[in-house]
């Protein structure tokens, strides 16, 4: 399985950004898929999360309210809109398929995603 990050860059605090994590495998509708991003020095961060078909979504708390996952399934291709962009988002944003692995389901967890990409750098000045 490859995820191919893009979309990062260095914007203004107040900015807008939009993330895209393209797929490989045919198989990619069938999972669901999250966002996780990670600051010099700091734990990977759950950042959102959607079902295989988009119907349910889940946010970490300090972005709910600005930033927004979707997928296109067809085009084995997530996507994370980023609104109001702050310097606390700095960060290098990973995007990760989820694995059902049994027991509880939270979609929050890194050891939940089987598959990560390499990431995007996203820098936010004030």
């Known amino acids: 399985v490859q995820l191919q990050a893009s979309g990062g860059g260095l914007v203004q605090a107040g900015s807008s950004l939009r993330l895209s994590c393209a797929g490989s495998?045919?198989?990619?509708?069938?999972?669901?898929m999250g966002w996780f991003r990670q600051a010099p020095g700091r734990e990977r961060e759950f950042v959102a999360a959607?079902?295989?078909?988009?119907?349910?979504?889940y946010y970490g708390g300090s972005v709910k309210g600005r930033f927004t996952i979707s997928r296109d399934n067809p085009k084995k291709t997530v996507f994370l809109q980023m609104s109001s962009l702050e310097p606390e988002d700095t960060a290098v944003y990973y995007c990760?398929?989820?694995?059902?692995?049994?027991?509880?389901?939270?979609?929050?967890?890194?050891?939940?995603?089987?598959?990560w990409g390499q990431g995007t750098q996203v820098t936010v000045s004030s």
């Open positions: 990760a398929r989820h694995i059902a692995r049994g027991g509880t389901v939270t979609y929050t967890e890194p050891l939940e995603y089987d598959s």
């Open positions: 495998e045919l198989t990619f509708s069938n999972y669901a």
């Open positions: 959607l079902t295989w078909n988009g119907e349910r979504t």
